[in-house]
T-cell receptor, first 115, second 114 residues
Framework: AQSVAQPEDQVNVAEGNPLTVKCTYSVSGNPYLFWYVQYPNRGLQFLLK??????LVKGSYGFEAEFNKSQTSFHLKKPSALVSDSALYFC?????????????FGAGTQVVVTP | NAGVTQTPKFQVLKTGQSMTLQCAQD?????MSWYRQDPGMGLRLIHY???????DQGEVPNGYNVSRSTTEDFPLRLLSAAPSQTSVYFC?????????????FGQGTRLTVV
């Protein structure tokens, strides 16, 4: 069975500082990994994904994530955070061998960027 | 382009009432799913469908029913609402057979059961 862990309920960062949101996963075989962001009272928006290839994946709004197979991690990063990045972030995993392609989500990490 | 549309956006039900949450997508996606979002628990899969006439249960299916008569629509029915079903509900869609594609989400339905 696949699972995702986001060890931090909340991450606080000052505007202009680097932002990291952690994610670890458990899945048999090679995973498909995704990051989504949710702004208040909105649906989830896709940020980026790792399928195969380069371990560093670049996505929307200046975000990137690094896939680390040995540590089973897929941490989300942004070099310089903005106040507008304050939102709820979800990591998700799909088992490529699952023909139904079900997404398993982590519990979410609230990011608070202060001016 | 509308994407995934959910109605209503907000709903208050009394315990024991039934209702249907609507979900429609205009991207011709075969795969559709329903999630509920509760604080500290992320999104949990309720039911999903890989095409018209084909549905299956997810992680938390009890108290919910689904059907898929068309590619576009995937309604979620609450048979007899309970306070434990107070939550935010999201519908999502994605192409089937391509597990490497991202899912597209609706704006959500905030349901309160009193």
């Amino acid at each position: 069975a696949q699972s995702v862990a986001q060890p931090e309920d909340q991450v606080n960062v000052a505007e202009g500082n680097p932002l990291t949101v952690k994610c670890t996963y458990s899945v048999s075989g090679n995973p498909y990994l995704f990051w989504y962001v949710q702004y208040p009272n909105r649906g989830l928006q896709f940020l980026l994904k790792y399928i195969t290839g380069d371990n560093l994946v670049k996505g929307s709004y200046g975000f990137e994530a690094e896939f680390n197979k040995s540590q089973t991690s897929f941490h989300l990063k942004k070099p310089s955070a903005l106040v507008s990045d304050s939102a709820l972030y979800f990591c998700a995993v799909r088992d490529p061998t699952d023909s139904w392609g079900k997404l398993q989500f982590g519990a979410g990490t609230q990011v608070v960027v202060t001016p | 382009n509308a994407g995934v549309t959910q109605t209503p956006k907000f709903q208050v039900l009394k315990t024991g009432q039934s209702m249907t949450l609507q979900c429609a997508q205009d991207m011709n996606h075969e795969y559709m799913s329903w999630y509920r979002q509760d604080p500290g628990m992320g999104l949990r899969l309720i039911h999903y469908s890989i095409g018209a006439g084909i549905t299956d249960q997810g992680e938390v299916p009890n108290g919910y029913n689904v059907s898929r008569s068309t590619t576009e629509d995937f309604p979620l029915r609450l048979l007899s609402a309970a306070p434990s079903q107070t939550s935010v509900y999201f519908c999502a869609s994605s192409p089937t057979g391509t597990a490497n594609t991202e899912a597209f989400f609706g704006q959500g339905t905030r349901l309160t059961v009193v």
